[in-house]
């Protein structure tokens, strides 16, 4: 999300976003884990077997509660984006992590979150333990026993004192860990943990400890046991709008606000588009954000029609309950660029792109990933880097925009993760040498300096309660999902610089620096090999990445290929897929004042040079324009779109998608 993204057909000015993060800025500990490698049973895959036995907790139950919290991560004891510590992810947010982050006492929500339970964990657990807080959080032996502890207290509760006899007698307890407060949100995360231990799960931490969970078979909870943890119901009442959403994550619906502002000006309504897709008109991508606000603070911006932005989707980090905001057949204005967001369904992330080196919450990926596979399964959306974006894969609309648009998730979000989530892993589909690549340099391995600068009462619509951060902060040596790129096969080289962030000069760092930075998933044309290096053709460039045998940045994969058509010097690039003036009947030509809206304009500052080429995201598809400018719908052609005869190529150029009329080019066909 980052900034409210204005309504295209108003002459008015965009509401600025609200909101310095909670959490935000936090830079990467240095505490290390007291898990050594020696002595199996002081790695961690022995501290969950011990803590499992103190406690009697069944290790299955254990292991597959901090997999859905964790994916059974310590991270160097660092606090996560919740105030979580440690495996198990107990929480202590303090007056200290919110005073640091700007949230003042004035704050209605300074007091809620300074008593809330679910944001104390660790205390709870300490306590059991009969040791400091402190403790819980640094020390991991601590932190797993603690949390086998919690589980412990919740299960006898539920049994009148005595623990479960059987695995599937746990559920209510494994619910209870979630901290949800809703019925359905808890009942969701104790059956991913329930399908966690069905399945199995064997990964090696960012730290390099190998963990295995072995499939557990024949499990039948009851899953009524939720109605133990005397939770709220939240299935929407009779009557209300239903989520659309699939069943196993117990969404819920809360409108976003469609309303007029100005009953002189039916123009003047937010905060989103009335459409029937994809009933003429397609939906063709998803499009994940992260919110740089609070989950309550999202929802509320998104309830306020002077916002001027919204999303369809919102996923709660805690425990990843998902809230539906926009019906999927209507349009969001959620990412700036029409040519997009009119063929998009958005999913905001409650998490804020500025936390590098800190992590998204698993329940947050998990739930995402779940609601995209059904969004994709729905509207035959393919499941790749070309059509299930971030916003910073969607470029800004016109020349001005070019620089200003945004780059959330950012560098913190997994893509390798998130894809493998979806059942569609990014992996090798050609052999060595082939001509297209997608990169893939890992994530816990592919460690990245990155830092950002902003003024934050410049992009907030509000005074207070929030206030500005130190500059820069930094994510030092952090987890990052893309490949640095330079101008030659030298890490001294100059890294690559877009014409639109950096006139002169050469590329940085910075986290929203997108002009040297290629993303995982994404597939690009090689242009060079030279041993260590690839170079690839990258926004009319040749850009190079560390990429070795031993240290490998990217895979081999079958793709087509568009090519500018022999004797083209060069051809125009575009960041818009807007259809022919002619397309436009006379009479709303008329209404328009004598001039057809939303012209199809080529960057200035972008072209595909003969003998570079560049990765199509699939067949042409036609230019189109859909037309809302009534909030009654009352203007001539008002709810129309507007279908050109030129076709476009969608093409990964750089860090973000574009298109080159389907007449400028040639198509070498995938091997």
Request: hydrophobic share 35%; proline share 9%.
């Amino acid at each position: 999300m980052h900034l409210p993204l204005g309504h295209p057909t108003r002459h008015r000015a965009a509401t600025l976003a609200a909101a310095l993060s909670l959490l935000a800025g936090l830079c990467v500990g240095a505490v290390s884990s007291t898990a050594g490698a020696a002595d199996p049973q002081s790695t961690r895959q022995g501290e969950f077997s011990a803590a499992a036995q103190e406690f009697g907790v069944p290790l299955p139950v254990l292991e597959a509660v901090s997999y859905n919290e964790t994916r059974w991560e310590a991270h160097a004891g660092q606090e996560n984006a919740q105030a979580g510590y440690g495996p198990m992810n107990l929480t202590d947010l303090t007056t200290r992590e919110l005073d640091a982050d700007g949230l003042t006492t004035r704050s209605p929500r300074y007091a809620d979150l300074l008593t809330a339970p679910a944001e104390h964990t660790a205390a709870a657990a300490a306590h059991l333990l009969g040791t400091g807080t402190a403790g819980v959080e640094s020390d991991e032996t601590l932190n797993i026993r603690g949390g086998a502890a919690l589980l412990a207290s919740y299960a006898r509760s539920y049994g009148h004192g005595r623990p479960p006899r059987t695995v599937d007698g746990w559920y209510a307890a494994a619910a209870r860990y979630s901290q949800a407060t809703e019925d359905k949100v808890a009942q969701v995360f104790a059956d991913q943990v329930w399908s966690t231990m069905t399945a199995g799960a064997d990964r090696t931490t960012q730290d390099g400890q190998r963990i295995t969970l072995a499939p557990v078979p024949r499990l039948r909870p009851d899953r009524a046991d939720v109605r133990k943890l005397g939770l709220t119901e939240v299935t929407p009442p009779p009557g209300t709008q239903r989520p659309q959403c699939p069943a196993s994550l117990g969404c819920d619906f809360i409108p976003a606000a469609y309303a007029l502002l100005d009953p002189s000006n039916p123009a003047d309504y937010g905060s989103h588009d009335l459409a029937d897709r994809p009933h003429g008109l397609p939906i063709r991508y998803i499009t994940l954000h992260s919110t740089d606000e609070t989950y309550d603070g999202t929802l509320d911006l998104f309830r306020d029609p002077t916002y001027a932005a919204g999303a369809h989707y919102v996923v709660r980090s805690q425990d990843g309950q998902v809230t539906q905001m926009i019906p999927t057949q209507d349009i969001a204005w959620d990412s700036a660029n029409r040519s997009f967001y009119q063929h998009s369904i958005g999913i905001e992330q409650e998490a804020w792109a500025t936390h590098g080196a800190t992590w998204f919450s698993e329940p947050l990926y998990r739930s995402t990933a779940a609601l995209v596979k059904y969004l994709a399964a729905t509207y035959d959306i393919p499941l790749d880097r070309a059509h299930i974006l971030g916003h910073d894969n969607i470029p800004g609309s016109s020349e001005g925009g070019m620089a200003t648009q945004h780059w959330d998730p950012g560098p913190g979000w997994d893509w390798q993760h998130f894809f493998d989530l979806l059942g569609a892993p990014i992996h090798a589909t050609a052999g060595p040498g082939a001509a297209v690549v997608a990169i893939k340099p890992g994530f816990a391995a592919n460690r990245q300096t990155t830092t950002y600068c902003d003024d934050v009462q410049g992009y907030k619509q509000f005074p207070g309660p929030y206030q500005s951060f130190d500059c820069p902060v930094t994510s030092a040596d952090a987890p990052a999902s893309f490949v640095p790129l330079y101008t030659a096969p030298d890490t001294a080289a100059p890294l690559l610089a877009d014409p639109y962030l950096h006139p002169t000069g050469t590329g940085t760092t910075a986290m929203n620096d997108w002009g040297d930075k290629a993303p995982t998933g994404e597939r690009y044309v090689v242009a060079e090999r030279r041993p260590g290096w690839t170079a690839i053709w990258f926004g009319g460039q040749e850009a190079w990445f560390q990429d070795s045998a031993r240290h490998p940045a990217a895979v081999p994969v079958t793709a087509a290929r568009i090519v500018p058509k022999p004797g083209r010097t060069s051809i125009p690039v575009y960041t818009t897929a807007y259809p022919e003036p002619s397309v436009y009947p006379p009479d709303f030509i008329a209404f328009e004042g004598g001039t057809a809206p939303r012209p199809q304009l080529p960057r200035t500052e972008y072209t595909i040079p003969a003998g570079q080429s560049y990765v199509a995201a699939g067949p042409p598809t036609d230019t189109d324009s859909y037309y809302a400018l009534y909030y009654d719908g009352s203007a001539p052609y008002d709810r129309h779109d507007f279908v050109g005869t030129t076709q476009v190529y969608e093409i990964t150029y750089n860090h973000r998608m574009a298109f080159v009329d389907a007449a400028d080019v040639d198509v070498i066909p995938a091997a």
